[in-house]
């Protein structure tokens, strides 16, 4: 093993779109090495070598532990150091969260298709998890995960359908620093008393999203000591333009859950 004076940047999902573009923008900067990983060896491969000598093709399944560790043990053993981990590696949801065709029937519903939080969600902590392992042993420790995960945001995307469809409401809970038997006593300890969120402020969080009265949907609300705080769902940065590219569009909501989502704001 040797260590490169450059840095190196590990893509997951390497070899298309999104991906593509990362390693390419990388490796034109001309101060990176750049780990290609994607299930797909055909692209990823051809990719690699458009950018040779300073990209590499690796396959791998960031959904599978193993999978994505031996690749992080590979490149670090090529080049020496791990600098960033560009998290980029996803598949869209293949099943219908609303089960609405579901309706009127006595039967257990079939097993969720949970593919997608295998690959988009897991992925990302197992990546972030070998990256952490792998960033400490840096030349000089350290580095740069880039991701998007969140149950947050999750949750606010599914909120206005089932609100307005099942009179179903979905939120976010976010615990403070709890003291219940999951965190170490030895952390617990080094908490000063003014930081800890005491049980009863989850139960009011709780108790709140249980009452329907406000029918508060899409909510992040986290819980600090005692006291509830809403967490902001941000301005689009780009106004319209950027708003417009989350709406549901109608046709797509059909293919995959059967019927119109009948959102107010959704797009013909
Ligand atoms: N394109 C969009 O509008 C959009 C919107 C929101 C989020 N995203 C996210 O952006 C990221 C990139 O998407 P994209 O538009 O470039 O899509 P894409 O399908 O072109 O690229 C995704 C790549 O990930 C790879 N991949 C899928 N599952 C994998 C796995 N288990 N292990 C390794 N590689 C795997 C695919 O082979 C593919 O090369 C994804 O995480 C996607 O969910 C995309």
Known sequence: MTTAMKKVAMVTGAASAMGDALDTHLISKGSWYVACLDLQRGPGEALAKSLAPDAHFWEANVADYDSQARMFQEVFSRWGRIDALLANAGIVDRSSLYILDHRGSNVIPPAPNLACIH???????????????????????????????????????????????DNITVNTVLPGIVPTRIIPQAMLAAVAPDYLTPISTIVMAYDRFLSNDNFETG???????????????????????????????????????????RLEDAIP
């Not at 988009?120 to 995960?149: C, E, S, W």
């Not at 969140?150 to 995307?157: K, L, Q």
């Open 119 to 165: 690959v988009d969600y897991k992925g990302v902590v197992y990546g972030k998890q070998l990256a952490i392992h792998f960033m400490r042993k840096n030349p000089t420790p350290g580095g740069n995960i880039v991701a998007t995960a969140t149950v947050i945001n999750f949750c606010r995307g599914i909120a206005p359908v089932l609100k307005l469809k």
């Open 219 to 261: 909510l992040a609300i986290e819980r600090s000591v005692d006291k509830l705080y809403t967490i902001p769902q941000t301005e689009y940065i780009n106004g319209r333009a950027s708003a417009r590219a989350c709406q549901v569009w109608e046709p797509l909501f059909k293919i995959m859950h059967s019927e119109n989502s």
